[in-house]
């Protein structure tokens, strides 16, 4: 009997039909699923970049994304769609394998999406929001975690069976009180330092009303609550110490949640003092309110039930069901019954590390030395890791104690650095920051709205919560402001400091970096980073001009939020700052002429920066309409529609003005211009924020623009420097660190057209790639020429590298019509087709001299061909057999071929797909490398990265010395010495 064949599986088109009718998806969105999916399967089922997919996970990643975009993107006009938490339990999968390789799957349909939806698709998306809110609540759950198992013992409250189990009915009150507390008030816990607040809050409540015998620790000796007064333990003050929360914040949220449990039970509280109990031995009551039945041992399973039931309805916040956070404190959903017995596709265990540099992983810990009066510890000292909630509760503590105790307005010695300009300023400066943070922190506009809050929206946020966050940016903004000002005035370079005060773009970047700064601190998902830049009207590039010097003139600032600054100038530096419409390029057209023609075509020039009053009105319109938070799309070219409300406007000229202005400018000397970099500190800082074409007073006739195009080039190169040299310790040649980085400082100084719309590691590859291509490097995991694979393999397992940096590359082109276009192509076609004819010149340079043409032997024959026939009068037979007991056969190069080759100009430079085994050698040498490669075996490569501990130096020398000295101005001092040698990966 024959035996029968497998059944095939099911066509994806099946399975998203199947997917819909389990999830009861409604008929117009499972349409609008299944075209979508119709027209992008050609694209989204090509495996992930990142680890190793089937086919089978990559069906689901792939159903899972066109599902999400049709329930958000159509479902959301209609009032309809499901949610991603029951997508993501349908097709099996959890967040992080979700959030990881969305972005990928949304940039390879990109086009459709736009078509279908609009351009701002990625912002109605809302898929980086949610991520972070995912993050934030799984860091909450966690912290709720670990303290309830502190405080209280594991033992189930059903004491008849005796058993206990992992997740006791204490600790799940505890929570759906929690999520009770946030659905009443969302905006509270949009940021983790008040869901922090608010969950102290809970376990000060359970505390004080779980009986005493579910504590782990008494009363007496206790190294959980030491503060202590006449009365006993005050508990309040207790728990502010252990978690570094506010006492008075902590106190006001114990007040809302004391009159949440008094609506929802209806049961009203009494002071404590009034009740003898048990639990309250020993503490001091005052201020202390207390439920009689609220867990009595009668009433606490059908108080539990109700909260659930009142969880199932109203906790499930926009695409997230809250209540799974606490079952699994790993990202949500877990998956059942996934294929292999695997309920993870592959995604390690999540790092810590919400506010460190992308460029290491900081493995930092904190010392928290234990009370004196605690007899239990005595003298000694607890360690306690750094996590995203230590270094929130942390930071805010400094934001607390050292920058809330400063005047709200300005202090007597900054009025008299603005009193005496030459007009006092004061009243300018006031009523700026105070407009600017109201577009930041919008309040006035939110006082009549009601329903439902998205994520993206400014509205998100109560007007006490924006008018704290309005009041700790505008005092640090005032402090860090008098700091520079006192700074200055002792530059002998500069006499007048009304330059810098008048200067408008100089007090915006001041506030935002200040109101950045109060938002990393609160760590809020609801304005993320870029979002300060478009409610203040301004571009990466300036502010990346301000981020030194606020580092430099905060001493106080916390090592946690520096490296938050130092993200973000990466950030700046890699790839925002190069972006269409920044501010850079009016710079550029002032320093580099030659440049303009280019500028002005594709359209890259910056808008004048919107007005005070325009920020505010543009603010409210983002409140009606678009999501405040801008997405981060690509760059597009200047044929694309671009948003008339663009956030990019600094140029105080217009366009046409400063070009036409520069093309009648003789250019300027432009060699060695990024090595005059190290005399561009010495400026002040108001020849930083001056206007592109206004001239330096410290530098004659240098304009302005060249000390900030110069300042900014020496932090590109100090960038590219350590990326450079990571990267050529991963592929195993560090000895060829210099040369790259010699090819990438003549391309940014000489070829700085290649930057624009462009990130800077795609740069660092091509640059890579080809000294290893002319020099003809081997691969230190196979016996062949390194490859651009195996480059992007090591890049990879970088931990800045994203998949588009390296998939989506702009290229300008142009359309049939004549206008100018854009398209985006992988690393390799932007390596063949641009790169290497624009730095051709400068990889000729680096040909070994031993092969160069001057170099070839006398009658010009290139070594390993072989040698034409003594005898010139007798016909070349060809091919010729060169081996007695091997079938080879070789020929010699025409002419024409052997000229090319000898050229260096004409040499082969280009990569591509499946390469030879060893570039500019003839077949016979060849041979070698073949049999090499059908002999080889492969080996398994441990590809565990090996993280690095990033140290205090570090941070400063990315963003300058605390003590008011600048860091190393050379790039190339980030080679050597090595802090600490990094072992390659083996």
């Known amino acids: 009997m024959a035996a029968q064949t497998p059944p095939k599986p099911p066509a994806v088109e099946a399975r998203l039909a199947d997917l819909c009718k389990e999830l009861g998806v409604e008929e117009g969105v499972a349409g609008e699923a299944a075209a979508l999916l119709e027209e992008g399967k050609g694209a989204l089922l090509v495996s992930p970049s990142f680890g190793s997919r089937s086919r089978e ?18 479902g959301r006009k209609e009032g309809s769609g499901v949610r991603l938490c029951e997508i993501l339990k349908g097709c099996k999968l959890e967040y992080d394998d979700f959030f990881k390789e969305a972005q990928q799957l949304g940039l390879k349909i990109d086009k459709l999406l736009e078509s279908r939806y609009g351009l701002d698709w990625e912002g109605w998306l809302e898929l980086k929001q949610l991520e972070s809110l995912v993050k934030l609540l799984t860091d909450a759950s966690r912290f709720y975690r670990k303290a309830y198992n502190e405080l209280f013992s594991s033992a189930s409250t059903d004491q008849k069976s005796g058993s206990t189990t992992n997740t006791p009915e204490y600790i799940l009150f505890g929570w759906h009180l929690f999520l009770m507390l946030r659905s009443r008030s969302p905006e509270l816990f949009k ?18 009303h779980v009986p005493s015998k579910f504590r782990s620790f008494t009363i007496e000796g206790s190294s959980h609550l030491i503060k202590r007064t006449e009365k006993g333990v005050d508990l309040i003050a207790s728990l502010c110490h252990n978690y570094h929360t506010s006492e008075d914040r902590l106190k006001d949220m114990m007040g809302k949640s004391h009159k949440a449990i008094e609506d929802f039970f209806s049961m009203k509280a009494i002071s404590a003092s009034e009740c003898k109990i048990e639990n309250l031995d020993k503490i001091d009551t005052d201020g202390v309110m207390y439920f009689k039945v609220l867990l009595d041992e009668e009433c606490f399973q059908s108080n539990l039930k109700k909260l659930e039931k009142l969880c199932n309805s109203n906790t499930r916040e926009g695409e997230l069901d809250l209540q799974l956070f606490l079952i699994n404190n790993d990202y949500i959903p877990r998956a059942e019954n996934s294929p292999g017995g695997s309920t993870n596709l592959g995604c390690s265990k999540r790092v810590f590390e919400t506010l460190a540099s992308p460029t290491k992983t900081i493995k930092s810990m904190l010392t928290v030395p234990s009370s004196p009066s605690s007899p239990a510890s005595g003298s000694s000292v607890k360690i306690v890791q750094m996590t995203p909630v230590t270094s929130a509760m942390t930071t805010a503590k400094w934001l607390r104690e050292v920058i809330s105790s400063s005047p709200e307005k300005p202090s007597s010695n900054l009025q008299h650095f603005l009193s005496s300009c030459d007009m006092d300023l004061t009243n300018d400066v006031t009523k700026r920051v105070s407009k600017v943070l109201e577009a930041i922190f919008p309040t006035k506009s939110s006082a009549d709205r009601g329903g439902s809050i998205g994520l993206n929206c ?32 002792q530059n002998k370079n500069v006499n007048n400091l009304t330059p810098l005060l008048s200067n408008e773009r100089f007090h915006r970047c001041l506030i935002a970096c200040s109101a950045e700064i109060v938002l990393a601190t609160h760590k ?40 938050h600054l130092n993200s973000l100038e990466e950030q700046l530096l ?18 580099r002429p030659s440049l303009a023609s280019e500028i002005n075509r594709l359209g890259l020039l910056a808008e004048p920066m919107p007005s005070l009053d325009h920020l505010v009105a543009r603010q409210n319109i983002h409140v009606e309409g678009l999501p405040a938070t801008p997405s981060k799309k690509r760059a597009v070219g200047p044929d694309d529609n671009s948003d008339p409300q663009s956030p990019k406007r600094l140029c105080n000229e217009s366009r046409n003005t400063v070009v036409e202005r520069n093309l009648q400018t003789p250019p300027p000397k432009q060699s060695h211009m990024v090595s005059s970099s190290l005399k561009a500190k010495c400026h002040p800082l108001q020849s930083t924020f001056a206007s592109p074409t206004v001239s330096n007073p410290v530098g004659g006739n240098e304009k302005c623009a060249e000390v900030t195009v110069q300042i900014f080039f020496s932090k590109i190169l100090k960038l590219a420097a350590i990326r450079i040299r990571n990267l050529c310790e991963r592929v195993q040649h560090v000895e060829q660190t210099e040369r790259v980085y010699n090819l990438f400082k003549q391309i940014l100084d000489q070829q700085t ?40 393999n090591n890049y990879k397992r970088e931990p800045q590298c994203k998949p588009e940096i390296f998939l ?22 932007f390596y063949n087709e641009v790169f290497v004819p624009a730095a051709k010149p400068f ?67 280009y990569a591509c797909i499946g390469e030879g085994t060893h570039a500019f050698q003839s077949p016979s040498k060849d041979l070698a490398a073949i049999n090499n490669r059908l002999n080889y075996t492969s080996r398994r490569i441990n590809t565990r990265i090996n993280f690095d501990m990033v140290s205090d130096s570090v941070v400063a020398g990315s963003l300058g010395q605390p003590n008011g000295g600048s860091a190393s101005l050379d790039p190339a001092a980030a080679f050597s010495p090595l802090s600490k040698k990094r072992k390659p990966d083996s």
């Open 458 to 489: 400014a509205n998100a946020f109560d007007i006490p919560w924006a008018e704290a966050r309005k009041r700790e940016a505008s005092k640090l903004y005032y402090r860090v402001l008098e700091a520079i000002c006192r700074a200055e005035s």
């Open 191 to 208: 940021d983790l330092v008040s869901c922090i607040h608010g969950l102290v809050a809970v376990l000060a409540i359970l505390l004080i």
């Open 808 to 829: 989506s590359i702009y290229v300008g082109s142009r359309n049939r019509n004549g206008s100018l276009g854009s398209r985006h192509v992988d690393i390799i076609t």
């Open 57 to 74: 996970d990559a069906e689901r990643l792939c159903l899972a994304f066109v599902l999400y975009c049709a329930a958000r993107l159509k």
């Open 753 to 792: 057209a290649l930057f624009f719309n462009r990130h800077i590691d795609q740069l660092i590859l091509c640059c890579l790639y080809g000294v290893a291509k002319v020099l003809g490097l081997q691969s230190k995991v196979c016996p062949l020429l390194l490859s651009f694979k195996e480059v992007l």
């Open 524 to 563: 809020t998902v609801i304005m993320m980073f870029p979002a300060v830049l478009e409610s203040t009207g301004l571009t990466a590039f300036d502010l990346s001009k301000i981020i030194e010097n606020f580092v430099r003139h905060e001493e106080t600032l916390p090592r946690e939020l520096k490296r």
């Open 574 to 591: 890699e790839s925002m700052a190069w972006e269409k419409g920044s501010s850079l390029y009016n710079s550029l057209v002032v320093t």
């Open 843 to 909: 990889l000729v340079t680096l040909i070994p001299s031993g092969t160069r043409p001057e170099d070839k032997n006398a009658n010009g024959q290139i070594p390993g061909s072989p040698k034409p026939s003594p005898f010139s009068n007798l016909p070349d037979m060809s091919p010729k057999k060169v081996s007695a007991s091997h079938n080879v056969y070789v020929s010699p190069l025409r002419q024409t071929k052997m000229d090319a080759l000898l050229s260096p100009s004409s040499r082969s430079f």
